[in-house]
């Protein structure tokens, strides 16, 4: 059981929202530690950005679009490739080998916090370089969109698992038209 205190420390924070309120049953931050509390939502936060794009990624391609062109220089098509788990093993591991390098450039070099960058919050990515609007909001106006983003993708977090988990039992097809 977490202490009160630890969770009077968090309570208040932007995510601790109605049904659950301040959810931590494995009491990852039970001591009250506000920046690992920081170091754990910068994570969920960018975890729930790429599981946003890996839904409509996975929708597009089980709706049949793909990328134009060839994935590596013998001609193997993107829509050769397929789509869930079956498409890991078809990419050529030419392919596979850019997929890492583009992912890890990201990881290292981009997807992340610059300190002195004026960024407003853990997981503002715009390091001073695009604002697309975001300083034009009001404070309460900005908080509502970053707890919309929370929500957003802590669903699609548990969409894409499901996702995944029906495309492991076969029955991956039987929820899009069609099919």
């Known amino acids: 059981a977490q ?18 309120g301040f959810f931590d049953p494995l009491g ?18 960018k975890h729930g950005r790429i599981c946003m794009l890996g839904v409509v990624g996975y929708l597009v391609n089980k709706a049949g679009i793909f990328l ?3 994935i590596d220089l013998s001609g193997t098509k993107f829509s050769d490739i397929g789509s869930g788990f079956a498409a ?25 916090d610059i300190e002195g960058t004026g960024n407003e919050f853990v997981g503002d990515f715009r390091n001073g370089f695009i604002d697309y ?17 929370l929500n957003q993708g ?15 039992l076969g029955n991956v097809d039987q929820f899009f038209p069609g099919n």
């Open 68 to 70: 134009p062109g060839d």
């Open 133 to 149: 609007g975001w300083d034009s909001f009001d404070e309460e106006t900005k908080l509502n969109k970053r707890a919309i983003e």
């Open 88 to 112: 890991v093993s078809n990419i050529p591991s030419a392919g596979l080998a850019q997929l890492v390098l583009f992912v890890g450039a990201l990881e290292l070099g981009f997807m992340k």
């Open 3 to 20: 202490s009160g205190t630890s969770l009077k420390a968090f309570e208040d924070e932007l995510g601790a929202q109605p049904p659950l």
């Open 154 to 168: 802590r669903a699609a977090q548990m969409g894409l698992l499901g996702l995944m988990v029906h495309d492991q």
């Open 28 to 45: 990852l931050v039970a001591d009250g530690d506000q920046e690992k509390f920081d170091r754990l939502r910068y994570v969920e936060i």
